[in-house]
């Protein structure tokens, strides 16, 4: 019997496998990845549920939330692909690392990265592995490239820390991350949200000059479909006080609350009972309900 191996063959073999694989890992990636035009000169790029928005301008390019090293690198390649312009700006939305991660891709001498400062302290201060901001600022900023800007504005607490709106000029782009949702509910149980913060910042937002919406999550939109957002927070915050208020239950609440307004929206029927639950803890931790004497 003969245990003779044709090596030279076997090793082709072996090449062609591997090359077949890393091509199919390639076109993987590309796959999970695209870019959208929004509106002029400004783009949205998709990352399965998560997204950003950036603007290319005469000179230069403006970006937001890298959102992980594997998006961040992918998306820098196709910045250089199709517009060849240096990367001025990275904004960061706020604190969450699910969107700002990935940072270091985008690192250069020539790049400022830019955060609202509560935002900057908590990624310092959990030592965030990611690029610490070097510009940030209270409560709001212009930055500027060729004739375009963005204006960045705080509005308080809504997501996280440091949380901002971020608005394109002059093709009227409004981009906002996690507390304004476009097309499906809000996450979940709401964890990290404030709900009153939610509802007073998008007030704000409604006041901004603005055409298209893009969110960090969801579907692009108008004004009108960012007001949907807004209503829905309003209808279930007051239908959760109003249960409190009568003595009903948390368990009571999930399965007699319904809001049929909304139910052409994502996840309305598995989250709804989620988000109801996330109102009556924010109201419980925030507002101190279960402190109150004239409760039934």
Same mark, same amino acid.
């Given at each position: ?23 199919? /890992? ?6 999970? =990845?695209?870019? #959208?035009?929004? *509106?002029?000169?400004?783009? !949205? &790029? +998709? ?45 960061? /939305? ?6 700002? =991660?990935?940072? #270091?891709?985008? *690192?250069?001498?020539?790049? !400022? &990265? +830019? ?182």
């Amino acid at each position: 019997m003969s245990y003779f191996v044709n090596v030279p063959a076997a090793f082709g073999r072996l090449t062609i496998a591997c090359t077949l694989l890393a091509l199919t /890992s390639i076109q993987a990636v590309a796959d999970d =990845y695209r870019i #959208e035009k929004v *509106k002029d000169n400004v783009y !949205r &790029f +998709v990352d399965d549920r998560h997204r950003n928005v950036f603007m290319v301008t005469e000179d230069a390019i403006i970006a937001t939330d890298p959102m992980n090293t594997r998006a961040a690198t992918w998306l820098k390649a196709e910045m250089k692909k199709r517009f060849n312009k240096p990367i001025k700006f990275v904004v960061y /939305s706020h604190n969450h690392t699910d969107h700002v =991660y990935g940072g #270091e891709v985008f *690192k250069s001498p020539d790049t !400022r &990265f +830019v955060a609202q400062e509560l935002a900057r302290q908590d990624l310092a201060i959990t030592h965030a592995n990611t690029v610490i901001p070097d510009i940030t600022f209270k409560d709001a900023m212009h930055l500027y490239s060729g004739t375009n800007n963005v204006e960045l504005k705080y509005w308080g607490d809504n997501d996280g820390r440091g949380s901002i709106s971020m608005l394109f000029k002059p093709a009227k782009v409004m981009y906002v991350v996690d507390w304004i949702v476009l097309g499906r509910m809000p996450w979940q149980k709401l964890w990290s949200y404030d709900i009153q913060g939610m509802i007073n910042s998008t007030e704000g937002v409604l006041k901004e000059d603005f055409d298209i919406f893009v969110g960090g999550h969801g579907e692009v939109g108008t004004k009108k479909d960012v007001q949907e957002s807004l209503d829905y927070l309003k209808d279930l915050y007051a239908a959760v006080i109003q249960g409190m208020l009568k003595g009903e239950s948390l368990d009571y609440m999930k399965t007699h609350i319904k809001l049929p307004k909304y139910k052409h929206l994502a996840h309305y029927e598995e989250w709804l009972p989620l988000n109801i639950e996330g109102v009556y803890n924010n109201l419980m931790e925030k507002s101190g309900q279960g402190w109150r004497p004239d409760l039934p």
